[in-house]
C-alpha cells in the first residue's frame, strides 16, 4: 500500500481483499473485571473494519504481529447510497459543471452579502447625517477597508481554510476541536472512533509544546469545557437569529425602494408588500438549494452585473474623486469631525460585510474553491463598484442619503434594477436560512438541539437540507420582526448584533484551531486576535448603544434559542450518564444463563438504546415486562462522531455480546453529522442479516487463523484484540480485526446445551472441540436464517428523567417540565425507519436524576 492514497483520502487501499500484518495485544484484559463495567467493555467478541478494545489498559498491553484476513465490506443503510461518502462532492468535475456551480454560489451564499449596498450608506447617515463632502468619503473608506479586512481576509483567506472536510459553521469548528482533544461533555466517545480514516488527526509533536498544554488543558478542566459548549451554543443561537432578521431587512429595503419610484407609497404599504414577499420566500424554501440556487444564481448574476455598471456609470458622471476613500487617513477624519455620531454609524457600516458568515456556514453545500474564487473575482469587485458609484453620487446629492441605493440609479434604468433588486433581496433572504438549516443539523447531530425532521432536497450532493418546522418557524419570527419594528434603520442595529455575535464566536473558535491543530507562529495567532477580535467588539459595542430602539427584540430571540439548547444538552447529557450508571452487570447475564431466565421465542430483536458500551437497564425492563425475548438480540445504538461523514466502511462495528450460546450481538451504528439517515426497515434488516452473516464467517476465519498459528497452545483461550497500524504522517495503513474464540465456561455447558436445544426446532449442542469449524459455522447460520423467517421486531426503551425530590427547584424546573416538553414534542429516533406498528413494541422506563 502506498502513503500517498492515504494522504488523499482515498480507501482503495483499506478496502483491498489482501492479507495483513497488524499489532495483536498479548496481554489482552479479562473478559469480566469483577464489577467494574464502566471502564472495560464487557463484550465477549469485536469485529469491524476499525475496532480495538475499548479499554483504559489499550496502550499499555504488550503487542506481537500477527496476520490478519480479509477487510469486511460493512452494511450500507443510506438511502441515497453515496459512493465514496468520505471525499468532497465537487471533485474532479467538468468545466460546465463548474460553471454551473458559480451561478449556485451566487446564488445561494452571496445574495446577503450582494444585497448590502441596499441598505448600508442609509443606516450609516441616519445616525451620522452628511455635512460635508468629507463625510461621504470618511464613510466610504470605512465601508471599504471593512469590506476587505472581514469578508476577504478573514473569513475568504482564513476561516474558510478552518473548515471540517468542507463543512462550515460554528459546529464544525467545534467537530474539529473536539477531535483534536476531548473536549465533549457527553461521555459516549470510544477509542475506535479515532481510528475513522476520516479523523485525520495530527498528533502534536514534542517541539509544539504549547499545542499539547493546551489540549491538555483542556481535556483536564470541565470548566473550560462548558465554556467552550457555551461558546459554540452562542455562535449558534446568533446564526438562528440571523436568518430571522436577514429576510426582514433584504426584503424591506428592496421593497422600499417604491417610495423613491412612486411618491404616494408610505411605509405601512411598504411593510405589507415585504410581509407578501417573505410568505411567498418561505413556501419555495421547499424546493431545495441546488434547485433554487441554480434558477436564481443568472439573476443574481445580473444584479452583481448592475452594481458594477451602476458603479462605473455615477463615478464618470459624479464624481472621481472618491477614489480617494482607499486612503485610511479619511476615517480619521471623519471619526476627527463627527465623533460621538461616528461612533454610532458603525453598527451600518458593518452591514456592508452581513453575509460573510454564510460563507463560511454554507459551505456544505459548494466547495471551498468556489465560494473563495466566485467572491474574489465577481462579487467583491462588484461590491467596490457599488459603493464607489454610490458615494460618487451622494459627493452632489447630499439630501438623498435616506435612499442612497434607489436614489443614484439612472432614472431610465430604475424599474428594470428595482425589479433585480428585489429578486436579490429574495435570493439573499435563503442565504442564511440555508445556513440556519445546516447549522441546525450539525447541533442536532451532536446532541445539542432536539431533534427534528430533515428533508433531503438532492439526491447527488447530501449536504443540501430542508426543515420545515424551523423553515415555518423563521417565517412567523420575521414577520413579527417586519410588523412591530418598520424602519429599517432599527431592524439594521437587529441586523448587527445578529451578525457581530456570530462573528467574535468565530474568530474565538478559529484562534484555538490555530493554537491546537494549525500549530502556527503565536505572533500570527496574536495579531489575528488583535485586528479581528478587536475590531468586532468595536463594531459591536456601537450596535449595543442603541439596543433600546427595537432591536431587543433579536437579542431577546437569540437568548431564547441559547437556552432551548442548553436545556436540552443539559438533559441528555444526564440521561446518558444515569443510563451509563444503571446498565446491567454482565455477572447478572451470565447468572440468569442462556435463557435469561425466561422464555426465547424464535426471531430477531433489535433493541435500540444510547449506550455505546454496556448492557441498557432498559433490556431488564424488558426481561420482566415481556412474557418472552427473542431467540436473538441484537443491541443498535446510533451513535454520532465529530466527523462530516463516516465512511460507508467504517460505519458499522459488531461485538459478541455474552457466550454464543446466547446469541446476543450489538451493532453500533456511527454516523457523522453531514450523514444522510433514511432508512427503509426492510432494507435496513436485510442489509443486517446480510453484515451479520459476513461477521460469524469472518469469526471463524479467524478462529481458524488462531488455530494455525497458535496450535492447542491453552485450553482456555483469552480473546485478543488487534491494534491499529498508523504511518508517521498519520495516515490509516490497516486495521486489525480481532482474533475470537468461544467462551467456554464448563460450568454452564448443560444450561447452555439445553438451552440451545429449546430455541432450536432441531436438537442440536453447543459447538465443543469436536466440531469442525465448518459445523459450527453452518449451525449458527442455519440459526440465523430461521430466526430471521420468524420476523424482526424493534424493542424501543423510552427512558424519561425526571428530577428527585430532594433536588434544587431549579433543576426541577429545568429537567421536569422544559426538558420534558421538549423531549415530547421533538421527533423520534425511530422516525428515519418506516417500521410498521405490528413490529414495534415499546416499554417506558423512568430514571430519577
Not at 206 to 233: D, G, H, N, P, Q
Not at 381 to 394: K, V
Not at 485 to 491: A, D, F, L, T, V
Request: with cysteine.
Amino acid at each position: 500500500m502506498e502513503g500517498s492514497d492515504k494522504e488523499n483520502g482515498g480507501l482503495s487501499s483499506m478496502d483491498s481483499m489482501e492479507f495483513r500484518w497488524v499489532f495483536q495485544d498479548q496481554d489482552s484484559s479479562e473478559i469480566e473485571n469483577g464489577e467494574d463495567d464502566d471502564d472495560n467493555d464487557d463484550d465477549v467478541g469485536f469485529l469491524s473494519p476499525t475496532n480495538g478494545m475499548d479499554s483504559d489498559d489499550d496502550d499499555n498491553a504488550e503487542q506481537r504481529l500477527i496476520r490478519t484476513g480479509p477487510r469486511i465490506d460493512s452494511f450500507d443503510v443510506e438511502a441515497l447510497e453515496v459512493p465514496g461518502a468520505q471525499r468532497i462532492e465537487f471533485e474532479d468535475v467538468t468545466m460546465g459543471r463548474r460553471i454551473i456551480l458559480v451561478f449556485q454560489t451566487l446564488g445561494v451564499v452571496f445574495g446577503d452579502v450582494g444585497t448590502s449596498p441596499l441598505y448600508t450608506f442609509s443606516v450609516m447617515f441616519s445616525k451620522a447625517p452628511v455635512t460635508r463632502n468629507e463625510d461621504v468619503l470618511g464613510a466610504l473608506s470605512l465601508v471599504l477597508y471593512t469590506l476587505i479586512l472581514v469578508p476577504l481576509i478573514k473569513y475568504v483567506l482564513i476561516v474558510l481554510w478552518a473548515n471540517d472536510d468542507g463543512e462550515g459553521g460554528t459546529f464544525a469548528l467545534y467537530s474539529l476541536i473536539c477531535r483534536h482533544a476531548k473536549v465533549s461533555l457527553l461521555p459516549n466517545q470510544l477509542p475506535s472512533d479515532a481510528r475513522i480514516s476520516s479523523f485525520r488527526l495530527k498528533v502534536p509533536s514534542a517541539e509544539l509544546e504549547r499545542s499539547l498544554r493546551i489540549k491538555e488543558r483542556l481535556e483536564a478542566s470541565v470548566t473550560l469545557k462548558k465554556v467552550l459548549l457555551i461558546l459554540v451554543l452562542a455562535g449558534t443561537s446568533m446564526v438562528i437569529a440571523d436568518g430571522v432578521v436577514t429576510p426582514a431587512m433584504s426584503v424591506m429595503s428592496a421593497v422600499g425602494g417604491l417610495r423613491v419610484g412612486v411618491s404616494g407609497i408610505k411605509q405601512d404599504q411598504v411593510v405589507m408588500i415585504s410581509v407578501a414577499f417573505l410568505v411567498i420566500l418561505f413556501s419555495v424554501q421547499k424546493y431545495g438549494t441546488s434547485k433554487v440556487g441554480l434558477v436564481v444564481g443568472p439573476a443574481l448574476f445580473i444584479w452583481f452585473c448592475s452594481l458594477g455598471g451602476i458603479g462605473i456609470y455615477n463615478l464618470i458622471k459624479y464624481d472621481t474623486t472618491v477614489l480617494r476613500a482607499f486612503n485610511p487617513v479619511h476615517i480619521y477624519y471623519f471619526f476627527k469631525h463627527n465623533s460621538t455620531k461616528a461612533w454610532y454609524s458603525l453598527g451600518g457600516c458593518l452591514l456592508c460585510a452581513t453575509g460573510s458568515e454564510a460563507m463560511f456556514a454554507d459551505l456544505c453545500y459548494f466547495s471551498v474553491r468556489s465560494v473563495q474564487l466566485t467572491f474574489a473575482f465577481v462579487v467583491l469587485p462588484c461590491l467596490l463598484l457599488g459603493y464607489l458609484g454610490q458615494a460618487a453620487y451622494l459627493m452632489e446629492n447630499h439630501a438623498d442619503t435616506t435612499q442612497a441605493f434607489f436614489s443614484s440609479v439612472p432614472s431610465g434604468a430604475f424599474w428594470p434594477v428595482f425589479l433585480i433588486a428585489n429578486i436579490a433581496a429574495l435570493i439573499a433572504s435563503r442565504a442564511m436560512t440555508t445556513a440556519t438549516f445546516s447549522c441546525i443539523k450539525q447541533s442536532t447531530s451532536l446532541g445539542c438541539f432536539p431533534r427534528l425532521k430533515i428533508v433531503h432536497t438532492s439526491r447527488k450532493f447530501m449536504g443540501q437540507i430542508y426543515i420545515p418546522v424551523m423553515n415555518w418557524f423563521l417565517l412567523a419570527s420575521s414577520l413579527i420582526l417586519v410588523c412591530t419594528i418598520s424602519s429599517i434603520y432599527e431592524i439594521g442595529n437587529a441586523y448587527g448584533i445578529a451578525e457581530l455575535g456570530v462573528m467574535m464566536m468565530t474568530t474565538v473558535l478559529v484562534t484555538l484551531v490555530m493554537l491546537l491543530i494549525w500549530q502556527i507562529n503565536i505572533i500570527v495567532v496574536l495579531s489575528f486576535v488583535f485586528i479581528f477580535l478587536g475590531l468586532e467588539l468595536t463594531f459591536f459595542s456601537s450596535v449595543l448603544w442603541s439596543v433600546g430602539d427595537g432591536s431587543w427584540i433579536i437579542l431577546v430571540f437569540a437568548i431564547v434559542m441559547f437556552l432551548i439548547m442548553c436545556i436540552w444538552n443539559y438533559g441528555s447529557k444526564l440521561k446518558y450518564e444515569t443510563e451509563v450508571k444503571q446498565k446491567m452487570s454482565m455477572d447478572l447475564l451470565r447468572e440468569l444463563g442462556p435463557n435469561l431466565g425466561t422464555v426465547r421465542a424464535p426471531g430477531i430483536g433489535l433493541v435500540y438504546n444510547e449506550l455505546a458500551k454496556g448492557i441498557p437497564a432498559i433490556f431488564g425492563h424488558f426481561l420482566t415486562t415481556l412474557p418472552a425475548v427473542h431467540s436473538m438480540i441484537i443491541f443498535v445504538c446510533i451513535k454520532y462522531v465529530p466527523v462530516p461523514v463516516v465512511p460507508q466502511s467504517e460505519r458499522f462495528l459488531f461485538r459478541r455480546v455474552c457466550p454464543k450460546s446466547y446469541h446476543i450481538f450489538r451493532c453500533i451504528a456511527r454516523y457523522g453529522y453531514k450523514d444522510v439517515r433514511k432508512e427503509n426497515h426492510q432494507t435496513f434488516e436485510q442489509l443486517l442479516i446480510e453484515s451479520l452473516e459476513k461477521f460469524i464467517r469472518r469469526e471463524a476465519q479467524e478462529r481458524s487463523l488462531e488455530s494455525d498459528g497458535d496450535g492447542d497452545s491453552d485450553s482456555e483461550i483469552e480473546p485478543s484484540f488487534s491494534r491499529v497500524l498508523i504511518a508517521p504522517n498519520g495516515s490509516v495503513y490497516s486495521l486489525g480485526v480481532p482474533l475470537l474464540t468461544d467462551f467456554r465456561d464448563a460450568s454452564k455447558s448443560i444450561v447452555e446445551e439445553s438451552t440451545s436445544e429449546e430455541v432450536n426446532p432441531e436438537p442440536s449442542t453447543s459447538p465443543t472441540k469436536s466440531d469442525t469449524a465448518e459445523q459450527s459455522l453452518e449451525k449458527e447460520l442455519s440459526f440465523i436464517h430461521r430466526a430471521k423467517e420468524y420476523g424482526v421486531v424493534y424493542l424501543l426503551g423510552h427512558g424519561e428523567i425526571r428530577a428527585r425530590k430532594d433536588s434544587w427547584f431549579f433543576k426541577k424546573l429545568v429537567i421536569n417540565y422544559f426538558y420534558g416538553f421538549l423531549r415530547k414534542n421533538c421527533r423520534r429516533g425511530i422516525a428515519n425507519l418506516s417500521v410498521p406498528h405490528t413490529h414495534l413494541m415499546q416499554v417506558g422506563m423512568t430514571y430519577m436524576v
